[in-house]
């Protein structure tokens, strides 16, 4: 058995490539991003007027004129204009460009205009007032994404601006999701009473989802030859296999058996922590298998604690450590690493975890109310104290 | 010109029905449930083994039998069995149903087994340990997940164990993200040097898709005319419509006045905060009209502040507010709320807030490397202390 720490440098040591892809723009929110995505022009890529108004030369307001005879409009979308007397104003909209011997924008809120003129209310401007200077923002040539972010909606905006109509992204996985285990029905059964509803795949499938990658699923039979026919063909089709269920030590639980046999390289068995201990990790050259003890919870807390971070540093993202202050005193005897589900809430600028009162690694039904889990290092104390911050795992 | 806090109670006061409709479980991410889900059997519904082990009647190990004749073997998924000599024991598998006759399970790593003979190496057990005792999780009949939640991943799990294959969730609104300026091209075209490309509206859609919103886009031109024919139209056929630009006092600004003409019920122009003051409010009896201003970070901005806890008020969604402490000292002059782009990290259970140097509210580039937004109250004072805590909006 070897601790999580080990059992997570085995993993992160261990990535996958799963290539580059090209897809449109408006389709990448969350995908992760393999090119830099670089200014075309400069931001703003004119001299922009940033408020509705009117453009004057500052040096005649300097020398106290304050009336200005409308020479004509700079609309935005308009090719810029040039105000032919310097003594003249122009009036402008925001997102105009600023109009050729104007250098300064005055809004409307401080002028009057009365036909023609417009009259200036302030005894006092400041030169180059309200004007969105060309390349102020960020110049051509400028990486303003670099790859391997994941999109978000302000990227989106950016990848428009710049007319990046397709982007590079990292490809999706394809992922199989097995579950095995002769007590469990499909959702659609009313199982008798020694059985139960199929429920850890869809979980799986869900927490991927957080993750945007598709998944298909699949049940096996406890029968050992079928379980190896199909995880054979499943090892040649998909890039990523999750089990959940048959790696403990009960007599139908072949799975790692079979592994073995089907040469896919275990890479360990057990880690030492509650719940989830049963964790076997394994990979062939093209294939990633994640097999998860069967109880909800175990399932669960290994796919956020190793397949997320796996995951992601797959793709490139690299992601900082999240912290709690724990809200309740929490006594734990076992020398093991302690998934412990809470309800993470905001409170003055702190990042509180209390502590949801669950049954055991059976107990799906307590999650609902959870979050998140805090992560309660393995250690020869029993107690963790109230106000100690602990690493955090938000759902 | 009102205040935020003005707006915002004018907002939330002013939600919108968009009914329930029932879809398959396993497309239910991230929506919100409009039912109370019930336990339709116990959690567990039998007595179940926890662990993969032997099952033994307690009464004999407290009368000091340790070796116990193998009778059968309980594998999950089959029916109960009944082990016929309660000095006997039974082997039996995480998942299945405890057998008749026996209360106590002992794990395996705590058993020898030889031939049909087991025998336990602990001179110390706990009568009906490694036992999940039947409706201890939650009993039939009990609410497990209460209507108006956001669906996450546990939920989905518990969706599948109790047979809900359809569910009843808030109806998604039909929305449509309109933009307007002469300036905008499309995505795809190389813009004039007075041009810009149409950014807005994705930024917006991909905003909306973090709510599990879809949407349309469209552009109009910025002609009176032609804006009055086709807002008529969207009015209609929306439930939502969502502009940005051409709200504020440029010449070309026609939508508030559109509005009026098309009888849509002004709630408000104008809020007293930067960016984002000119944002036009208002609704018919079918549709709700949100008119932010042009400049990307405005836009962005009140789509967060405005939009999102309506949206989720709409549907039933009760949030609590998030607060971070300020990293720097912030100075700001105008008599405004200031919504400032900060990059979010987390630090010893707290949330920090480092402000992202921007360049105004047209600066759409800058907010690529924030994750949020801090809310700097209106207030005379002109400086915002290092230390302090405000409200945060994360992205």
């Not at 799906?364 to 979050?371: K, M, P």
């Amino acid at each position: 058995m070897i601790t999580v720490q080990e059992a997570k440098q085995i993993i992160l040591s261990n990535t996958q490539d799963f290539g580059i892809e090209e897809i449109p723009f408006l389709e990448s929110d969350g995908r992760i991003l393999k090119e830099d995505i670089i200014a075309d022009r400069d931001f703003p890529p004119f001299n922009r007027v940033a408020m509705d108004g009117i453009a004057i030369n500052y040096r005649f307001f300097q020398y106290g004129v304050r009336d200005f005879k409308i020479e004509g409009v700079q609309a935005a979308g308009s090719p810029q204009e040039t105000m032919e007397n310097a003594a003249h104003c122009y009036e402008v909209m925001t997102g105009a460009v600023l109009p050729n011997n104007c250098d300064t924008v005055i809004r409307y809120e401080d002028v009057s205009i009365e036909t023609l003129m417009a009259t200036v209310n302030l005894s006092e401007i400041k030169e180059g007032q309200n004007i969105h200077i060309k390349g102020s923002d960020k110049t051509e040539g400028t990486v303003l994404i670099p790859k391997n972010k994941q999109i978000s909606p302000a990227d989106i905006g950016v990848l428009a601006t710049v007319g990046k109509a397709t982007i590079k992204v990292a490809k999706l996985p394809k992922v199989m999701i097995v579950s095995t285990g002769d007590e469990l029905v499909n959702v659609t059964e009313t199982p008798e009473a020694h059985q139960i509803r199929r429920s850890n795949v869809y979980s799986l499938v869900s927490l991927l989802n957080e993750l945007n990658i598709p998944s298909e699923t699949a049940h096996i039979t406890d029968n050992k030859e079928v379980l190896k026919d199909k995880i054979a063909r499943y090892l040649q089709e998909y890039d990523i296999l999750l089990f959940s269920g048959a790696v403990s030590k009960g007599k139908f639980d072949y799975l790692p058996e079979v592994l073995d046999e089907l040469d896919v390289k275990k890479l360990f068995h057990r880690v030492s922590q509650r719940p989830g201990k049963p964790f076997w990790m394994g990979q062939t050259d093209t294939c990633k298998v994640f097999a998860f003890p069967g109880n909800p919870v175990s399932t669960f807390v290994n796919c956020l604690v190793y397949f997320y971070p796996w995951y992601k540093k797959s793709v490139g993202l690299t992601e900082s450590t999240q912290t709690a202050i724990l809200t309740e005193d929490v006594i734990f005897k076992p020398n093991l690493t302690y998934y412990l589900q809470v309800k993470l809430h905001s409170e003055k600028g702190q990042l509180l975890a209390t502590p949801i009162k669950g049954n055991g690694s059976g107990d799906l039904a307590s999650l609902v109310e959870a979050n998140g889990f805090i992560e309660l290092p393995q250690t020869k104390e029993v107690n963790f104290i109230k106000g100690n911050v602990y690493s955090i795992i938000k759902i």
